[in-house]
């Protein structure tokens, strides 16, 4: 008897369609839009990301939704003009975090300066969102953002995050100034298309619980010599976890080979640059001490 998957046709074809406009860069610009030309490198649009978040989910709401994703994801951002402001209120716009138990006391203070822009379930809206959102190249120090699934919050705390890890890479700016937009365009398609790992959308037998992916969420910060991209794990491997740790390694290899770009035993560490390395939450938190694995 042959297995048959229990995603939903359109959500296989929503992992499509990310997939080919990534590779065919038929992603849509506005060819009036200028105002982040004239900005000095660092500097940002006073308050951007409140102020457009009605025209946000105004441009989504007029969208008809024809590629639903397996799941809805939620964007955050924050940045130094953001930290410690009273953004005016919309419906797009997170308020306050209460502790909850997904949730603990401990992520509160930090994520007070976290916004919630969004959350969007299909291909039109992500589209709709990344049209009318700023460019990595054109954040500021300090600023990130946070693509995470719709129950996740992005905080190690969070308990589908407690116990997993992250892939990243660090790029220095002055040599990846140019490529980091697509970088990181190809790490959210990568994402919500659900092929950092493929369990979601590979055939699986009927019965039984429902896979659990094994992303949480992607991150992207820009520093002021350099940018990072990062993958968040709802797992990391112990060293008994062969399993585990081989399921890990293919999410690193496809973020370094068929999302970055790079071949597969290039070496990138280097100024201001490391290899695509993968630690987990609970070993970052040594300082450096943690064991890593690179891909």
Same mark, same amino acid.
């Given at each position: 008897?042959?297995?048959?998957?229990?995603?939903?046709?359109?959500?296989?074809?929503?992992?499509?369609?990310?997939?080919?406009?990534?590779?065919?860069?038929?992603?849509?610009?506005?060819?009036?839009?200028?105002?982040?030309?004239?900005?000095?490198?660092? !500097?940002?649009? !006073?308050?951007?990301?409140?102020?457009?978040?009605? !025209?946000?989910?105004?441009?989504?709401? &007029?969208?008809?939704?024809?590629?639903?994703?397996?799941?809805?994801?939620?964007?955050?951002?924050?940045?130094?003009?953001?930290?410690?402001?009273?953004?005016?209120?919309?419906?797009?716009?997170?308020?306050?975090?209460?502790?909850?138990?997904?949730?603990?006391?401990?992520?509160?203070?930090?994520?007070?300066? &976290?916004?919630?822009?969004?959350?969007?379930?299909?291909?039109?809206?992500?589209?709709?969102?990344?049209?009318?959102?700023?460019?990595?190249?054109?954040?500021?120090?300090?600023?990130?953002?946070?693509?995470?699934?719709?129950?996740?919050?992005?905080?190690?705390?969070?308990?589908a995050n407690k116990n997993g890890g992250k892939?990243?890479?660090?790029?220095?700016?002055?040599?990846?100034?140019?490529?980091?937009?697509?970088?990181?365009?190809?790490?959210?398609?990568?994402?919500?298309?659900?092929?950092?790992?493929? &369990?979601?959308?590979?055939?699986?037998?009927?019965?039984?619980?429902?896979?659990?992916?094994?992303?949480?969420?992607?991150?992207?910060?820009?520093r002021l010599q350099f940018y990072r991209i990062?993958?968040?794990?709802?797992?990391?491997?112990q060293q008994e976890d062969d399993g585990l740790?081989?399921?890990?390694?293919?999410?690193?290899?496809?973020?370094? &080979?068929?999302?970055?770009?790079?071949?597969?035993?290039?070496?990138?560490?280097?100024?201001?640059?490391?290899?695509?390395?993968?630690?987990?939450?609970?070993?970052?938190?040594?300082?450096?001490?943690?064991?890593?694995?690179?891909?």
């Amino acid at each position: 008897m042959t297995s048959t998957s229990t995603l939903p046709a359109a959500a296989l074809n929503a992992a499509r369609a990310a997939l080919t406009v990534a590779i065919n860069d038929n992603a849509v610009e506005d060819p009036k839009d200028d105002s982040q030309d004239n900005l000095e490198d660092g !500097e940002i649009q !006073e308050l951007d990301m409140a102020a457009h978040a009605e !025209e946000i989910r105004t441009d989504i709401l &007029i969208t008809m939704k024809q590629h639903p994703l397996y799941s809805t994801w939620t964007l955050w951002f924050d940045s130094p003009n953001t930290k410690n402001r009273n953004l005016p209120q919309t419906p797009s716009v997170a308020t306050p975090f209460p502790a909850t138990p997904a949730t603990p006391v401990a992520a509160i203070g930090w994520m007070e300066d &976290i916004k919630k822009v969004i959350n969007f379930d299909s291909v039109e809206e992500f589209w709709g969102l990344y049209n009318n959102t700023i460019p990595p190249s054109k954040l500021p120090a300090k600023a990130n953002y946070y693509l995470f699934k719709d129950d996740i919050i992005p905080a190690w705390e969070d308990d589908a995050n407690k116990n997993g890890g992250k892939w990243s890479i660090q790029l220095p700016k002055d040599k990846n100034k140019k490529v980091i937009d697509t970088m990181w365009l190809y790490t959210m398609l990568a994402a919500i298309g659900e092929t950092f790992d493929p &369990i979601l959308t590979q055939p699986h037998p009927p019965s039984g619980p429902a896979p659990e992916g094994l992303i949480t969420g992607v991150v992207f910060s820009s520093r002021l010599q350099f940018y990072r991209i990062s993958i968040w794990t709802r797992l990391a491997p112990q060293q008994e976890d062969d399993g585990l740790r081989q399921r890990i390694e293919a999410i690193g290899k496809h973020f370094k &080979i068929q999302v970055l770009g790079f071949g597969e035993g290039q070496k990138l560490g280097g100024p201001l640059a490391t290899e695509v390395e993968f630690m987990s939450h609970k070993d970052s938190e040594k300082k450096g001490k943690g064991k890593k694995i690179i891909v």
